[in-house]
């Protein structure tokens, strides 16, 4: 698994708004609610059961909530399989609110 920096940057703002307006418990519980969505993109995927193909933004892009047994957040982490002769990998290349224009923002 692999961020882009805009997706790093994301995290990044994401975590300091939430420490900011909701403290730091609420910002740790969220970094941990993303970072375990995050592994179980790794997982599982594209194949991930929640995650949804993205055709109006491009057609290798697919999203996923950020989200776990009773808690859900209201971003969703954007990425996508990049494949050559050696190796799979995932590469999440957004985290956007829910209330973004996402194709504003690629």
């Known amino acids: 698994m692999e961020f882009s920096q805009r ?15 909701f403290g730091q418990h609420q910002a740790q519980r969220y970094s941990e ?3 375990h969505s995050v592994r179980e993109l790794s997982e599982s995927g594209p194949d991930h059961y929640l995650a949804k193909t ?19 957040a209201k971003h969703l982490l954007f990425f996508k399989e990049v494949v050559d002769k050696q190796s799979r990998k995932f590469v999440i290349l957004r985290i956007l ?5 996402f194709e504003e923002h690629f």
């Open 33 to 35: 609610l993303i970072a």
């Open 97 to 101: 609110h829910t209330s973004m224009d």
């Open 7 to 21: 997706a790093a940057a994301d995290f990044d703002e994401i975590i300091l708004h939430t420490l900011k307006y």
């Open 54 to 72: 993205r055709p109006e933004l491009h057609a290798d892009i697919q999203s996923m909530p950020a989200r776990r047994v009773g808690m859900n």
